[in-house]
């Protein structure tokens, strides 16, 4: 059974995820990726047109799950106090749960590699979140 052409995205995404976590950007070379994602490296740039870009999809790929977890449990209407505090420990919570995203999103965003385009969509897709926390005046305070 031949996998899926996902499969293969998401399995790069994942390898390129532990391998950043535990050397780095600079020393997770794409040989390493598609050898930890039992993958070849053409297949890798079948997806991403560089190192560059699979970096930039895993930041938007890893930010989309943050975001998801972030406002499990939310209401609309929610008290401010109790807006925050949920949300703060779902994102606390999600980074004890996967402590290797925590450590690629540390390195990402001091990272030159992030592209003006990607900087932007994940403050685009963070926007609820930010818009909570910012506006206590439409939560009830």
């Known amino acids: 059974m031949q996998d899926k ?4 995205k998401s399995a790069a995404l994942r390898a390129t995820l532990a391998l950043i976590s535990e050397q780095g950007f600079q020393g997770t070379p794409m040989s390493q990726i ?7 490296v053409g297949t890798i740039y079948r997806y991403f047109s560089s190192k560059e870009d699979l970096i930039n999809a895993l930041y938007i790929d890893v930010k989309a799950r943050l975001v998801q977890y972030t406002l499990r449990n939310y209401v609309e209407g929610m008290p401010a106090r ?11 919570d999600y980074f004890i749960e996967k402590p290797v995203e925590l450590l690629f999103m540390e390195q990402y965003a001091n990272s030159p590699l992030i592209t003006t385009a990607t900087h932007e969509e994940g403050l685009r897709m963070f926007e609820p979140v930010n818009n909570l926390l910012s506006a206590p005046e439409k939560n009830n305070c």
């Not at 807006?83 to 994102?91: A, K, P």
């Open 5 to 8: 052409p996902q499969d293969k």
């Open 34 to 40: 598609a050898q930890r994602a039992n993958i070849g």
């Open 82 to 92: 109790e807006s925050f505090l949920l949300i703060l420990r779902n994102i606390v």
